[in-house]
Nanobody
Framework: QVQLVESGGGLVQPGGSLRLSCAAS????????MGWYRQAPGKQRDLVAV???????NYADSVKGRFTISRDNGENTVYLQMHFLKPEDTAVYYC???????????WGQGTQVTVSS
């Protein structure tokens, strides 16, 4: 089993910045990629950014140039640095870890990000 614990959400004004953290613990040796998804009220959960164990990254078009995903393998933590936040970035952000051996997606409990003046 893998446990993912997010932190760093909150309320920020448009144009502001936040950094989300996701600490992984448990049976993480088979986790290939970790990423962030978000879900706004009444909408589906969508990919924001993902990073593989090798450091390759992929971003949703809506966040390219504003968000940066990174991981600290020594600390088993993945980060999402968010700049130039917009009201449409408001959502619950979920950390995800994918184990291709077990073919299992692990999820954190989610952290709320609200962008509002």
């Amino acid at each position: 089993q893998v446990q993912l614990v997010e932190s760093g959400g909150g309320l920020v004004q448009p144009g502001g910045s936040l950094r989300l953290s996701c600490a992984a613990s448990g049976s993480i040796y088979n986790i290939y990629s970790m990423g962030w998804y978000r879900q706004a009220p009444g909408k589906q959960r969508d990919l924001v950014a993902v990073i593989t164990s090798g450091g390759s990254t992929n971003y949703a078009d809506s966040v390219k140039g504003r968000f940066t995903i990174s991981r600290d393998n020594g600390e088993n933590t993945v980060y999402l640095q968010m700049h130039f936040l917009k009201p449409e970035d408001t959502a619950v952000y979920y950390c995800n870890g994918f184990d291709p051996v077990a073919r299992v997606d692990y999820w954190g409990q989610g952290t709320q990000v609200t962008v509002s003046s």
